[in-house]
């Protein structure tokens, strides 16, 4: 699921300025998908740490990522 923000009149809204980017998980080495705005210094998992989502191949959370969200991922930023 996309982050959400406040908007002007303070109800949540998706954050269309957020992109879908592909990580390698600290923990576990293996693939996640984490929303970053560009720029930010900052970002969140694609799932809550619960649901969390792994991938042993990278190309196989990019095309989870196609599937459930309708964004392809970026490389992380370095």
Do not use: I
């Amino acid at each position: 699921m996309r982050p959400h923000v406040a908007n002007d009149r303070g109800a949540l809204v998706p954050d269309m300025s957020a992109r879908l980017y592909v990580k390698r998980d600290m923990m576990t080495d293996l693939w996640r998908l984490a929303w970053m705005t560009p720029g930010a210094d900052s970002y969140c998992y694609a799932e809550g740490e619960c649901s969390a989502r792994l991938f042993k191949r990278r190309y196989e959370a990019v095309a989870y990522g196609q599937r459930a969200y309708g964004e392809t991922a970026a490389n992380w930023p370095a």
